[in-house]
């Protein structure tokens, strides 16, 4: 008996030990992540000793490189050379976040489904279809000519398989253990694939569909009614209107007379090989910069903000360090895989960014000749297509999936009107295709020493359109509206092109001198929070519909007011809750409820909006009422008329349609008997917000405070892994408030820069320095930036610099 326990015991072991090293289908081996010597104990991590050194031996450098750690883990890193600055900046970020590098450069080249299997194909294949891949490789050829960039890139590329080859199995970031595989070695190219997926975040959509679909429903008279090119109530725009354009305009390509519209509207159905329909960006992806100039500044020298809104994740999409050679001495944010400081300063200057929103994705519907799609009409000719075929592995599945993409000069023809019925027949012109260099305009503005050489760095940039603002210790405050920018006839783009027409392909760039720009305006600061770029003087077109105009209204005003500003006031600014739109519509929507008959309970919620100071702060009950109901009726008022695959009128439109025509045919609801007015919409939305957050949260009371009621999370980038997840935060703001805190969006990094002969900055993202869950560095800053504080960027002059917050140091040496 006791041998057959033995068997059944040894049995039950051995099958243990099989299972638990074989992968279950897509999902890894259990085995070496519960393993004691490799899983996933191995993955904590201590704060950094005081005083400690370490000496690392590392191949590829060229001389000794001093990497000092303060207490919030950043590394200021002192090269004598800019290949090992950067071959240290790729071994740290890949320290704190090789697994992040590792997921956003296989999201941007369709290769996630290699490691996550089925779930992720549809992913890859966006990404295939969308030509990411093909922009990448047209940008790493341009940027291997250029002696700067290719250092940079060849140094980061061997800083961060450096790291990676030091690394044991049981070393591995736990997510490549959950997931069962391991890190790949780190390509140039890489970089470019994250520059591309910058470009798809922030100009990687279009509406012209839709609006095609409103054009060919309503007509010409409709659509220059609600889809007016600026915006008709209330708008402040990026360069202050009456700016005196100084240069003479280029001829600007007519609108062809034989223009026509892709005939749309057809009903929605899967096509082999099409872009599936992609959500709206949110309102939230944003962000604000300003600079006050040195006479509104208690310092005598400008300082400059800036507060990019991205999503909020674990880690943070963005990585603090300090880098200092003999040609710079830079300290901001980058972003892990690429080399540089992107948002920052030096001690001379600096700069930050705000997305622009120019059109510079658009549709042109295509003629071929058959089937084969070998050849398309153009120009009153057949041109050949190109073909790119694109292999996606798949874990778990022997054979790879295989597509072939089809190209014109426009790009790939992935999109579709749904008129065809077999292939798209819609291709995509992007400024994710263009080649160029962007990377060099961060690379000169790491060293730049005044207000010429930033004008000079913006001449490297193509994409995405960024308002890069600026600030110098010449007392210098600018901002240029920066990118390369398409020359195209007014609202080119509006509507799917078409793409048989030769005059109606890009016609080539604006002038980068002639992109819209201030320096030292009179009212003493610049400023952009997404909004119209310029007034309707600008002889260009950049867009016809941008953010809305709320954010940048209340910065403008508080700028305009504000005199003796240091880093705190501008801190404070980029913590403003106040809600212009409640100022702009409120009043007016509540003196139409005022006779209405109401419930109690709907009275009690009536005289809360009544009392409120336009704070969208955390406790505030008012502010859910009221962010509840204006997406209610803003859907109450176009969803009849303008639902399914019809663009929406922009909220400006709808907000000046509210107060100064209350009586347009739009408020009556087509599908009902009765004809609506706005009171009946207002009443119905109103009662709809109210039913809808009892229904979530119960009767009112302090249960309808905004931080709950808008639940802020921070999620890890695995979407999946709760326990990585940041806890329950408690903060204000809102999709038009200054501070744009959504649901899953917001200041993905606050910065203010005191210039001056030594700069005082001050920063902070939520999350912290490293990607790893277990180290006590990946949500140390969380609490600060929850509470709108900001951290004390220390900027080193010298690797010896002794200062209190310093920890421990690091040498790189060559074996």
Known sequence: MKYLKAFVSLAATICLVYFLNKPLGPAPALGPFLSPFTGFGQNGDKV??????????????????????????????????????????????????LWQMDLQIRAASGRLSEVLGKATLEMDQQSRRLGMGYGAEANIQVAMKDPQSREALLGYTAGVNAYIDQLAPKDYPIEFKLLGYKPEAWKPINTMYMLEQMTLTLAGRSNELNMSNVLKKYGEKVVNDLFPDYPMFQESPIIPSGTKWDFEPIPIPGKPSNHANSDSLAQFKKIPGALTQREAKPEGIGSNNWAVSAEKSITGYPILANDPHLELTLPSIWYQVQLHSPSMNVYGVSLPGIPSVIIGFNQHVAWGVTNTDADVFDLYKIKFKDESRAQYWHDNQWKPTRKRLEQIHVKGQAQPYEEEVIYTHHGPV???????????????????????????TFYELNKAKNYDDYRKALTYYVGPAQNFVFADNS??????????????????????????????????????????????????FVSSANQSSTDPSYPYFINWVFAPTERGVRINERLTSMTSANADSLRMLQNDNFSVLARNILPKLLEILKPKTLTPSQKAAAITLANWNYQNAPESVATSIFEEWMPLLHASIWNDEFGENLEYPTRD??????????????????????QETLADLTVTSFKAALDTLTKHHGPMSQSWQWAKVKGTEIRHLSRSLKPFNAPTLKVGGGRSIVNAITKRNGPSWRMVVELGPVPRAYGIYPGGQSGNPGSPYYLNLLKKWENGELNELIYLLEPAQKHPRMTSSVKLQKP
Do not use: C
């Not at 749904?418 to 060099?440: Q, Y």
């Not at 209350?662 to 408020?667: A, I, Q, T």
């Open 653 to 674: 439109r709808t907000l000046y349609m509210i107060i100064h025509e209350p009586d347009k045919k739009w408020f009556d609801n087509i599908t009902t008997p009765e």
């Open 48 to 97: 950094i000793d005081k005083g400690g050194e370490e000496i690392l031996k590392l191949s590829g450098l060229k001389e000794e490189v001093t990497i000092r750690y303060d207490d919030a883990g950043v590394a200021h890193i002192f090269a004598k050379n800019n290949f090992d600055l950067f071959y240290a900046q790729g071994f740290v970020t890949a320290k704190d976040r």
């Open 414 to 440: 992935t999109e579709t009107d749904n008129s065809s019925g077999k292939h798209p027949e819609l291709a995509i012109k992007w400024i994710g295709h263009e080649a160029g260099n962007s990377f060099l």
């Open 475 to 524: 007392k210098n405050i600018a901002l240029t509206v920066n990118g390369k920018l398409p020359l195209k006839y007014k609202d080119q783009g509006k509507f799917v092109l078409d793409g048989t027409n030769a005059s109606e392909d890009w016609q080539g760039w604006i002038p980068a001198a002639q992109n819209p720009y201030v320096k030292n305006p009179k009212r003493g």
